[in-house]
Protein backbone atom coordinates (compact mmCIF):
# COMPACT_ATOMS: atom_id res chain seq x y z
CA UNK A 1 0.00 0.00 0.00
CA UNK A 2 1.76 3.32 -0.99
CA UNK A 3 1.42 5.75 1.24
CA UNK A 4 2.53 9.73 1.70
CA UNK A 5 3.11 10.78 5.37
CA UNK A 6 3.63 14.23 5.89
CA UNK A 7 5.21 15.83 9.24
CA UNK A 8 6.29 19.27 10.67
CA UNK A 9 3.11 21.08 10.76
CA UNK A 10 2.52 23.78 13.40
CA UNK A 11 1.46 26.79 14.78
CA UNK A 12 4.09 29.60 14.45
CA UNK A 13 4.41 33.53 14.69
CA UNK A 14 4.49 35.84 11.16
CA UNK A 15 7.88 35.97 9.91
CA UNK A 16 8.85 32.14 11.69
CA UNK A 17 9.76 29.02 9.88
CA UNK A 18 8.61 25.85 9.39
CA UNK A 19 10.08 22.35 7.78
CA UNK A 20 7.50 19.99 6.09
CA UNK A 21 8.97 16.62 5.40
CA UNK A 22 6.94 14.06 3.56
CA UNK A 23 7.95 10.21 3.64
CA UNK A 24 6.50 8.10 0.74
CA UNK A 25 6.14 3.96 1.60
CA UNK A 26 5.40 1.13 -0.42
CA UNK A 27 6.64 2.34 -3.69
CA UNK A 28 9.81 4.46 -4.79
CA UNK A 29 9.30 7.90 -6.54
CA UNK A 30 12.72 8.51 -7.00
CA UNK A 31 11.88 8.74 -11.14
CA UNK A 32 8.95 10.74 -9.91
CA UNK A 33 7.79 14.55 -9.89
CA UNK A 34 7.12 14.98 -6.02
CA UNK A 35 5.00 18.02 -4.57
CA UNK A 36 3.10 19.88 -2.26
CA UNK A 37 -0.35 21.72 -2.26
CA UNK A 38 -2.65 23.81 0.14
CA UNK A 39 -5.77 24.34 0.92
CA UNK A 40 -7.97 26.27 3.19
CA UNK A 41 -11.72 26.20 4.19
CA UNK A 42 -14.23 26.20 1.49
CA UNK A 43 -11.61 27.21 -0.99
CA UNK A 44 -9.87 24.40 -3.79
CA UNK A 45 -6.66 22.94 -3.11
CA UNK A 46 -3.87 25.61 -4.26
CA UNK A 47 -0.01 24.32 -5.81
CA UNK A 48 2.78 25.13 -3.94
CA UNK A 49 5.71 23.72 -5.29
CA UNK A 50 7.13 21.35 -7.17
CA UNK A 51 10.39 18.91 -7.99
CA UNK A 52 11.76 16.87 -10.77
CA UNK A 53 12.99 13.69 -9.84
CA UNK A 54 16.25 14.46 -9.64
CA UNK A 55 15.84 17.99 -8.02
CA UNK A 56 17.36 19.51 -11.13
CA UNK A 57 13.72 21.30 -11.38
CA UNK A 58 11.64 23.22 -9.03
CA UNK A 59 8.53 25.15 -9.45
CA UNK A 60 6.85 27.68 -7.07
CA UNK A 61 3.70 29.52 -6.71
CA UNK A 62 4.22 33.15 -6.89
CA UNK A 63 3.62 34.02 -3.60
CA UNK A 64 5.73 31.67 -1.88
CA UNK A 65 8.95 32.06 -4.17
CA UNK A 66 11.93 32.97 -2.64
CA UNK A 67 10.63 32.27 0.79
CA UNK A 68 9.76 28.67 0.67
CA UNK A 69 12.19 26.23 -0.90
CA UNK A 70 11.54 22.14 -1.92
CA UNK A 71 13.74 19.31 -1.73
CA UNK A 72 14.14 15.86 -1.62
CA UNK A 73 16.36 12.82 -0.40
CA UNK A 74 15.75 9.58 -3.50
CA UNK A 75 17.34 7.68 -1.02
CA UNK A 76 14.88 8.00 1.81
CA UNK A 77 12.00 8.28 -0.70
CA UNK A 78 11.35 11.99 1.04
CA UNK A 79 10.75 15.04 0.14
CA UNK A 80 11.14 18.66 2.63
CA UNK A 81 9.47 22.28 2.26
CA UNK A 82 11.31 24.86 4.28
CA UNK A 83 9.07 27.51 4.81
CA UNK A 84 10.57 30.78 5.68
CA UNK A 85 9.22 34.69 6.75
CA UNK A 86 5.41 32.72 7.11
CA UNK A 87 2.51 35.08 6.64
CA UNK A 88 -0.87 34.32 8.28
CA UNK A 89 -2.03 33.79 4.26
CA UNK A 90 0.28 30.80 4.71
CA UNK A 91 -1.85 29.27 7.15
CA UNK A 92 -3.67 25.55 5.27
CA UNK A 93 -3.53 22.20 5.16
CA UNK A 94 -0.89 21.59 3.42
CA UNK A 95 -0.58 18.02 1.32
CA UNK A 96 2.11 16.42 -0.07
CA UNK A 97 1.77 14.90 -4.00
CA UNK A 98 3.65 12.28 -6.27
CA UNK A 99 3.73 11.17 -9.35
CA UNK A 100 2.76 13.66 -11.67
CA UNK A 101 0.30 12.43 -14.70
CA UNK A 102 2.08 15.15 -17.55
CA UNK A 103 0.73 18.09 -18.51
CA UNK A 104 -0.22 21.64 -16.15
CA UNK A 105 2.35 20.69 -12.77
CA UNK A 106 0.22 23.53 -10.72
CA UNK A 107 -3.44 20.98 -11.36
CA UNK A 108 -4.21 18.81 -8.90
CA UNK A 109 -6.03 16.30 -10.83
CA UNK A 110 -2.49 15.59 -12.10
CA UNK A 111 -1.14 13.87 -9.48
CA UNK A 112 -1.82 10.54 -8.73
CA UNK A 113 -0.56 9.97 -5.05
CA UNK A 114 -1.74 12.26 -2.07
CA UNK A 115 -1.21 12.32 1.69
CA UNK A 116 -3.20 12.79 4.19
CA UNK A 117 -2.07 17.00 4.93
CA UNK A 118 -0.39 18.38 8.10
CA UNK A 119 -1.96 21.89 9.31
CA UNK A 120 0.19 25.09 9.20
CA UNK A 121 -1.10 28.05 11.24
CA UNK A 122 0.33 31.44 11.13
CA UNK A 123 -0.65 33.57 14.21
CA UNK A 124 -0.43 37.33 13.97
Known amino acids: QVQLVESGGGLVQVGGSLRLSCAAS????????MGWFRQTPGTEREFVSA????????YYEDSVKGRFTISRDNAKNTVYLQMNSLKPEDTAIYYC?????????????????WGQGTQVTVSS
Open 97 to 113: VARFAGGTISRPEKYDF
Open 26 to 33: GRTFSSDV
Open 51 to 58: ISWNGGNT
